[in-house]
């Protein structure tokens, strides 16, 4: 057990001078600061808070901080599902929110270099102006970058592009000692010793705080058509996506969905887009396709073999969205499913665990049949294209500490199977504060222990993020 300080009004002194104007305390510290998107976690409030404009300033903070055994938890937007940005125990919380400057593009090495807290939704936007594509897409726009780098977010287009790992070039880094140093270069390959920028990426703040990324961006392209694809049950729109990827149709999303969390999210976003039944017999599950490409004509070769294909894997239509409103409708409908759960919701868990591809279906099927065992109503959603799956507990009747303890229960089972068949306990969305227990259990003791090892390189005094990932203090 490692013992923290309090930030006396002599540390708050120092903070003061090394941030001048900068640092939050009592009253001023919003109740927001205390927690994430998943409240489930639980609330912590910070001493005090640094709302950083510098690589130097944060340096300076994070040294007064480790000279005096302070903890620090850095925090982006604050869009987290795992309790990530929440300060466990206290301490300085520094938040990037207001370094959200695009500094510099370099189109000639398809890369852009920006502050971390540039939100993905600004990035994506100002890339398209340069006729270019970040095509990491998490579901939440309004996270900020450094975030998504810290979490290694994933998305809709991770089928097709790879997750926001792949579009790291290079970082600066403040380290737990206060140290600023980068890793990674400018470069489309590396043999060049440990990758010390992958173990950052992911690694959730608790290694160190990523001031400034240099990203990898592409030519984005011309064309994307969508498609809406209604099957009579969950089992036979799984069963089509090996067959989708096989038929190298290239989808840049390929995501699932059921009847229920579609008609709760139409309630919601109040639009209705998605067919619910057809020739009279009830839709009971969706595929939504995105394809994209150089021109229409040759995106539409893809869409008729697509549709071709899917019909014969039971497909009960495959439905073309070419009209802009209704292709944002069915997109705010997708992109909602987490408010939409939440609005309807007294009491709530998710998780992000992700399976081998051909382990989908009857993953889920065990999940429900699982949630049925423990009491809880599960509803699903997720990437079918990579296997990562949403799966959120809900109950509007339970006490909340007869719901955690159906919760635990249920994940512990949930992620036993996962680690059974091959898969893992979070795909995008990290560890938190909420998975770690169900870390140890699926990677072991031995991993836990290299992961601890890595920690106490970096973070020799154990002050960055501590209560997360590997690190429970
Ligand atoms: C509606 C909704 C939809 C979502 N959809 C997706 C999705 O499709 N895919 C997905 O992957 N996630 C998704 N998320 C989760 C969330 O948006 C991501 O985890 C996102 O990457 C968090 O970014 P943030 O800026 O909000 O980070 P925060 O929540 O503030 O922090 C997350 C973690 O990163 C660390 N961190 C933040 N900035 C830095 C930094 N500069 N240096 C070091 N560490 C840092 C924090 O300490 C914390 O551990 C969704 C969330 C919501 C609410």
Redesign the pocket.
């Known amino acids: 057990m490692t013992a923290y300080n309090k930030v006396t009004p002599e540390i708050l002194d120092m903070l003061r001078a090394a941030a001048p104007g900068h640092i939050l305390t009592g009253e001023d510290i919003n109740p927001d600061y205390s927690r ?2 998943m409240p489930i976690y639980g609330l912590s409030a910070p001493d005090a808070v640094l709302q950083a404009t510098s690589t130097e300033e944060i340096a300076a903070v994070v040294k007064i901080c480790n000279d005096n055994k302070i903890p620090v ?9 795992v309790g ?2 929440v300060p466990v125990y206290g301490g300085v919380v520094i938040e ?1 929110i207001k370094m959200n400057h695009i500094l510099s593009y370099d189109l000639e090495n398809f890369s852009v270099t920006i502050e ?1 807290g540039v939100l993905l939704q600004q990035l994506a936007e100002d890339a398209l102006t340069k006729g270019m594509l970040y095509p990491p897409d ?3 726009k309004l ?2 970058v ?3 780098v ?2 290694n ?4 287009r991770a089928v097709k592009y790879g997750t926001t790992r792949d579009y790291v070039l290079a970082m600066k880094v403040v380290l737990p000692t206060g140290e600023i140093t980068s890793f990674g270069a400018k470069v489309s390959k590396t043999s060049s010793g440990y990758s010390l920028l992958n173990l950052m990426i992911g690694s ?2 608790t290694l ?4 400034e990324l240099t990203l990898k961006l592409i030519p984005a392209p011309k064309s994307t058509v969508s498609l809406i694809v209604p099957f009579e049950d969950l089992e036979t729109a799984i069963s089509a996506v090996p067959k989708v990827k096989m038929a190298n149709l290239d989808p840049q999303a390929l995501e699932f969905m059921e009847r229920e969390i579609i008609l709760s999210s139409e309630r919601y976003v109040g639009r209705e887009v998605f067919p619910k039944k057809m020739n009279g017999e009830d839709v009971g599950a969706y595929l939504m396709i995105t394809l994209d490409g150089e021109n229409e004509d040759e995106i539409m070769t893809r869409v008729e073999s697509a549709a071709e294909l899917l019909l014969e894997e039971g497909a009960m239509d495959v439905m073309v969205v070419d009209n802009p409103q209704k292709l944002r409708d069915a997109w705010a409908t997708r992109s909602s499913f ?2 939409a759960i939440m609005e309807e919701t007294k009491l709530l868990d998710e998780c992000d665990v992700v399976v081998p591809i051909k382990e989908i279906a009857r993953f889920l099927t065990f999940a429900k049949k699982t949630g049925e065992e423990c009491g809880l109503e599960i509803k699903s959603f997720g990437h079918a294209g990579d296997g990562n799956l949403h799966i959120y507990q809900c109950s509007n009747d339970l006490e909340k500490e007869e719901f955690e303890k159906r919760v635990d229960t249920y994940f512990e089972k949930l992620y036993k199977e996962a680690t059974d068949c091959g898969g893992l306990v979070s795909g ?3 560890i ?1 504060r909420g998975k770690v227990k169900y870390l140890t259990a699926s990677v072991g003791e031995t991993n836990m222990e290299l992961m601890r090892g890595i920690k106490s390189v970096f973070d020799p005094n154990l002050i960055m ?1 501590p209560g ?1 990932v590997c690190y429970t203090a």
């Open positions: 994430d998107e938890t850095t925090r982006g937007a604050g869009t987290g599902l990530g940005c990037t971390p998490p579901g939440e996270a900020t450094g975030g998504n810290s979490t977010a994933g998305g809709m959730e703040g160190g705080i990523i001031t987490l408010e995008e969305h990290g938190g993020n997360k």
